[in-house]
């Protein structure tokens, strides 16, 4: 176990005012029930204060968290298996995760030597300049929402550059090879196999453009040599291999290959704090929704679960976590600004194993989805808002996916639960 650390720096005095007129802001903000005030708060904070990130992550033990799929839950876990060393944890635990949710975060919580910051794919070379980071996660990268292959490619290089700048510890996913390109740049790695569901931005080399040669999860380039890189950590069949070649279930409560990966990945990054796999594990085992995803609730009788996926690669992961047929299914979309305005996306994914179970469609887009799913031969009815659903499927249970902005509406129906 790392020791502990010497008391943290005092801010100066407008780093103080900052925080605290931006913590009162969050307050109002909060009382006037408009979501947990974190965005409004670190934007009044770094108004008066620009440079308050850094200020406030000074002399802290920082893990940035990224990826197109997985920063929330990933971040919840890694803070849980952190627990495991007494310390204080400030983290962004409702997903504010551009610079105003990294600095509510951490004004929320001045005295917590350690953060664990989800943070937004696209600010994390700003990020990693400000908070001077111990850990960067590096999950996975791939298209979400409106982005095309070659913005993907951009970001994956401009992660690069960021990561040869720092001298931060990178744990990256060996499996997706845009990721491992950009984190080789790194000058310590810990490499996990964490799997990769969703292939389609990734057939060529980062490096050179070649054809990449798949072999199973075994990925390599002719032209240039580039190849998946010798992995650290492990997970196969449900189970993790740790460093010395220990085979353990994890047995998490959180559901699907996606969690079990994300998991992975937070033991490597508590071993990097001294937090061995058996201590990290008994935490994250505890861990059963992530900001009301994975949330069952009861309504007039049905058992539903809640599941976000907010892009072709999530709804794939999230397909395969469903409770099997007959259980029936509603799917809904949205298109607005925080989902993006083009469903195209829709067509990146196979719904043919939805077959033959009950399929309702919701959301403001749902026609969308409904020429998408008639193309894949799959039945299913339209509906308006979830008790609609309820009174269709006369199920017992009911499992619910939705893009963001569709899943916020119906946790808003739902109950905000935990
Ligand atoms: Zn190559």
């Not at 490096?207 to 950590?233: F, M, S, T, Y």
Request: one cysteine or more; proline letters at 5%.
């Amino acid at each position: 176990m790392d020791t502990p650390l010497p008391a943290r720096p005092r801010l100066p005095i407008r780093a103080r005012l900052a925080t605290t007129i931006g913590g009162a802001a969050a307050t109002v903000s909060k009382l006037a029930g408009r979501g947990d005030g974190s965005v409004i708060g670190g934007i009044i904070g770094l108004r008066l204060e620009p440079d308050l990130l850094s200020l406030l992550a000074a002399g802290r033990q920082v893990i940035l968290v990224t990826g197109t799929n997985g920063k929330t839950t990933t971040t919840r876990l890694i803070t849980a298996a952190l627990s495991a060393t007494g310390q204080k944890i400030a983290s962004n635990v409702y997903g504010a995760n551009m610079e105003a949710g990294l600095t509510s975060a951490l004004s929320r919580e001045l005295d917590a030597p350690l953060a664990v910051l989800e943070t937004d794919e696209k600010y994390i070379p700003a990020m990693i300049k400000a908070t001077q980071p111990k850990v960067v996660v590096l999950l996975n990268l791939s298209r979400d929402q409106m982005d095309r292959a070659a913005e993907i490619w951009m970001l994956a290089r401009r992660w690069r550059e960021a990561l040869a700048a720092s001298d931060c510890l990178v744990v990256a996913n060996a499996d997706d090879p845009l990721v491992a390109w950009a984190a080789s740049a790194a000058r310590s790695v810990s490499w996990v196999a964490a799997g990769q569901r969703w292939r389609e931005d990734s057939w060529c080399c980062p490096h050179c453009g070649a054809h990449l040669v798949r072999h199973g999860d075994d990925w390599g380039c002719r032209e240039c040599g580039n190849q998946r890189p010798p992995v650290r950590w492990t997970l196969s069949s449900g189970k993790v291999i740790d460093p010395g070649g220990r085979v353990q279930s994890l047995d998490l409560a959180l559901p699907g290959r996606a969690n079990a990966s994300n998991a992975v990945v937070a033991l490597a990054v508590a071993e990097a704090f001294g937090v061995d796999a058996d201590g990290a594990l008994v935490q994250m085992r505890g861990v059963t929704s992530v900001a009301g995803r994975y949330t069952q609730v009861q309504r007039r009788g049905t058992e539903i679960r809640l599941l976000l996926a907010k892009n072709p690669a999530g709804w794939l992961e999230a397909l395969d976590v469903m409770v099997p047929a007959p259980v029936p299914v509603l799917l809904a979309v949205n298109a607005q600004s925080p989902d993006g305005r083009d469903t195209s996306w829709l067509w990146d994914v196979d719904y043919r194993r939805l077959r033959g179970r009950p399929v309702l469609v919701g959301g403001e887009r749902r026609m969308d989805l409904a020429v998408r799913l008639e193309a894949d031969d799959v039945a299913f009815q339209l509906v308006d808002g979830i008790d609609h659903a309820i009174d269709l499927a006369r199920s017992p249970r009911l499992e619910v996916l939705a893009n963001y902005t569709a899943f916020q509406q119906y946790r808003a129906v739902l109950g905000r639960t935990e």
